[in-house]
């Protein structure tokens, strides 16, 4: 098994245990143990759909003979009442798996559909959409699943993945130039290096030091265009990041004035979920 599988399944367990406790004393009383049934799985929202591979590694997990059969595939569009799966088998474990199955599938598709809304809405430029790393303690491979569902892009994973010098990373290194220079000197080779900047001053600075990628934090689309040109004229080309205050409404503006990716904190910091139900009914 691949190791983003088995995180996931580590994940998925802990979740399972968090939400039966001892035991799922509701449907032990009322559903004999040998009972089957057939359960459909519905989208009463539209959205993108994202988590069926989760919903279904849940239910597995509490009984691998649960038949899931997908009638759409993550990335799909949806409009309310699109039946998105339908699952077979044994009764007890669908009822026991159905709410922490449910809870990231909407959770998921939420932020797909979120994802998606700016992807549109950068269309026909080369801006790619990022996510970040302010996502639910947990939750962060299921998160960056859902934004890669919506035609986003994945930001660093970890703080281990790549060096972004903050403006805190900055005032303690003594600058822009210092912070650089120690990142080069003490990251392992072929580290990418990322610096935050919030003046022109900042950005000749980074641009002297040699970065690979630059930030530009809380910036007005004027600004990103008159700093994109100074890099543009420069012998290096780093990324440029635009990120703070990012809206639908103003995203398109950022991605005119040259910036190569814009990230999002609220794909997944205020995730607005997608409504999905389920419904079991009894086999004869």
């Excluded at 239910?59 to 009638?71: M, Q």
């Excluded at 339908?86 to 797909?112: C, D, K, W």
Aim: glycine share 8%; proline share 4%.
């Amino acid at each position: 098994m691949p190791a983003e599988e088995e995180r996931l399944d580590v994940r998925l367990r802990e979740f399972l245990a968090e939400d039966i406790g001892g035991s799922d004393v509701t449907t032990d009383a009322t559903v004999p143990p040998g009972q089957t049934g057939r359960a459909e799985i519905v989208a009463k929202s539209d959205c993108v759909v994202s988590g069926l591979d989760v919903a279904r590694r849940t239910f597995a997990l509490l009984d691998p003979g649960i038949l899931w059969e997908p009638d759409v595939r993550d990335g799909d569009r949806v409009t309310a009442g699109s039946r998105l799966a339908r699952l077979s088998g044994p009764a007890r474990p669908i009822l026991t798996g159905e709410r922490v199955a449910l809870n990231l599938l909407q959770r998921m598709s939420g932020i797909a559909t979120a994802t998606r809304r700016y992807v549109d809405a950068v269309a026909g430029t080369s801006c790619r959409i990022l996510d970040t790393r302010k996502t639910a303690p947990g939750l962060r491979t299921f998160d960056r699943i859902a934004v890669l569902s919506g035609g986003g892009h994945n930001h660093r994973s970890s703080l281990s993945e790549m060096v972004l010098i903050k403006d805190n990373h900055r005032r303690l290194a003594g600058g822009v130039s210092r912070a650089v220079t120690a990142a080069r000197e003490r990251s392992r080779p072929g580290m990418k290096i990322e610096v935050e900047v919030e003046s022109e001053q900042d950005l000749r600075e980074a641009l002297e030091a040699g970065t690979d990628a630059i930030l530009v934090d809380n910036q007005t689309p004027a600004t990103v265009a008159n700093w994109v040109a100074i890099v543009q004229r420069h012998s290096s080309r780093p990324t440029i990041e635009a990120s703070g205050g990012i809206t639908l409404e103003n995203v398109r503006a950022y991605a005119l004035a040259g910036a190569d990716c814009v990230s999002v904190g609220a794909l997944t910091h205020s995730v607005r979920a997608a409504d999905v139900s389920l419904e079991l009914y009894a086999d004869a």
